[in-house]
């Protein structure tokens, strides 16, 4: 502390009577007008924060298309209602876990940790849940006292899933808004940030399937090209085309023939044109031309 420095001092003071003199051994010292509490909290958040818990770093994307959805709030109010409202609006394909817990007073802090614990193991049919979200609809500072407890922080940071605090309160955050994956100024914003719009989905496989289309378009008309292109090149090398140029294939006994050495006068011929064929016999032979 600076010299002149207002302070509250918490501790034990000590009198030693034979020198007249006395000490405060404190145990607890704050600026006078700061609270207990919150001197409490500022201990634990710098503790927490040493700790790496509040790493912008570790903080995990939330699943694009969530199969199970897990919540953590009171089953009374307006705040579940929302949530559920808001989930099967927007993307009624996931399921909802929900564990109903107190978000105030005795005993929430624990629960609310016990809750998220328990989501985080949760298993049917060999899967759980993808995301969970720990919501309550705002409140005083001593209302929101169960969001700053150790218990609750540290669960939410050992939880395998990605959390989103939606605690509904937009001036003051707490400790467990800053662990979180995410966090929500409402339960409804939180719902929103958790669930696709399944209209922009639609709208979204439309537009990849146009793409898709076009594609396969494109590849068609090259491979239909490139095919084309084969074609008229097997067309200029068959034999047919060449026959169509005025020359023949002669065969003589089955063989092809290729030099007129390899008959004999009166060999009987075959002869293939473009459109046709003839027989005929070797009368003569001329093997220099």
């Not at 700053?148 to 939880?159: H, K």
């Not at 979180?180 to 719902?191: E, G, I, M, V, W």
């Not at 639609?202 to 590849?219: F, G, P, T, Y």
């Amino acid at each position: 502390p600076a010299n002149g420095l207002a302070l509250v001092a918490h501790g034990v003071v000590r009198l030693y009577e034979r020198q007249g003199s006395c000490e405060l051994v404190a145990d607890l010292l704050f600026p006078e007008g700061v609270g207990v509490a919150q001197m409490q909290g500022e201990r634990l958040y710098r503790q927490l924060d040493s700790e790496g818990l509040f790493e912008p770093s570790r903080k995990r994307p939330l699943p694009r298309l969530p199969r199970r959805i897990g919540i953590v709030s009171s089953e009374r109010g307006a705040v579940i209602h929302d949530l559920l409202s808001v989930l099967e609006r927007r993307f009624p394909l996931a399921e909802v876990i929900f564990l109903p817990t107190p978000v105030q007073g005795p005993g929430a802090a624990a629960a609310i940790a016990h809750a998220v614990g328990r989501l985080g193991r949760w298993r049917r049919d060999g899967g759980g849940i993808d995301v969970m979200v720990i919501a309550r609809g705002g409140g005083s500072d001593e209302d929101l006292a169960a969001f700053n407890d150790e218990r609750l922080v540290r669960a939410i940071f050992a939880s395998p899933v990605p959390v989103v605090s939606a605690v509904g309160h937009e001036t003051n955050l707490t400790l467990s808004d800053l662990v979180a994956d995410l966090r929500a100024p409402t339960p409804s914003a939180a719902a929103e940030l958790l669930a696709p719009d399944v209209a922009a989905l639609r709208s979204d496989v439309r537009a990849l399937q146009r793409r898709a289309e076009h594609a396969l378009k494109q590849q068609f008309n090259q491979r239909r090209r490139a095919l084309q292109d084969i074609q008229r090149r097997l067309r200029a090398l068959s034999p047919s085309a060449t026959l169509s140029r005025g020359y023949a294939i002669v065969e003589s006994d089955g063989r092809v023939l290729h030099d007129a050495r390899s008959v004999e006068p009166g060999a009987s011929l075959r002869i293939q044109l473009h459109r046709g064929r003839l027989a005929g016999t070797v009368d003569s032979i001329d093997a220099e031309s």
